[in-house]
């Protein structure tokens, strides 16, 4: 009896991601069954193999390396939710990337992508830059120049501008054992112990005390 296709299980709400991912991991014909399911008409599919995607680069992602292209394309895509996972997908293939293809894709992540007005997509370029850094030390000093901007790209909202600020901190704390030159990111720190959000102030006076240490 053929077995029941990737695709299949995932329109079916009692099969679990973590299944399907474990699954996938071990055989190449669902893999590509899930990248096939990006374009299905099928929104359940659809997201579903994005989000499975998503969790293979965490775990291994040798995997999809060899399908950088695919997510690159995806980059552009409509549905925020497509570009939001494919994002993450590419920042975890950083771990991976031998042949710096992230590059290239540089000024998209930390020009276009950054500034382009949303406050979750921003997120992810910013959330995602202390696992470039990791995986690619020589782009910690590109990359701290970039973030060091949040304070001016355009958000729709000053609070939205906040919440960022602290996801920009967080970061900052995040690779901090990666920056020779501390004294920028010191500075922007200093400015935000007055931020009108406790939350952001919170995660700047946390990263002041481990700078002054």
């Not at 054992?177 to 922007?188: Q, T």
Request: hydrophobic share 40%.
């Amino acid at each position: 009896m053929r077995e029941v296709s990737m695709l299949t299980r995932l329109e079916r709400k009692e099969i679990g991601d973590e299944e399907l991912a474990e699954e996938a991991a071990k055989s190449k014909d669902s893999l590509r069954e899930l990248l096939d399911g990006i374009s299905s008409a099928n929104p359940r599919v659809r997201f579903r193999s994005a989000k499975i995607l998503r969790m293979i680069s965490e775990r291994n992602p040798k995997m999809l390396y060899s399908s950088w292209r695919f997510f690159v394309r995806l980059l552009d895509s409509e549905n925020n939710i497509l570009k939001w996972n494919a994002m993450d997908i590419i920042t975890n293939l950083t771990r991976v990337d031998s042949g710096s293809k992230f590059d290239k894709l540089f000024r998209k992540f930390y020009g276009t992508l950054l500034c382009e007005g949303s406050l979750i997509t921003a997120g992810h370029v910013v959330s995602g830059s202390s696992v470039i850094v990791k995986a690619h030390p020589e782009l910690q000093d590109k990359i701290t120049k970039e973030l060091l901007k949040v304070g001016k790209i355009p958000l729709p909202t000053e609070e939205c501008r906040n919440i960022l600020i602290g996801h920009t901190i967080k970061a900052f704390d995040a690779y901090l054992d990666h920056v020779k030159d501390k004294n920028e990111i010191a500075s922007f720190v200093k400015r935000q112990l007055n931020n009108s959000r406790r939350a952001t102030r919170a995660k700047a006076e946390k990263l002041l005390r481990k700078l002054e240490k």
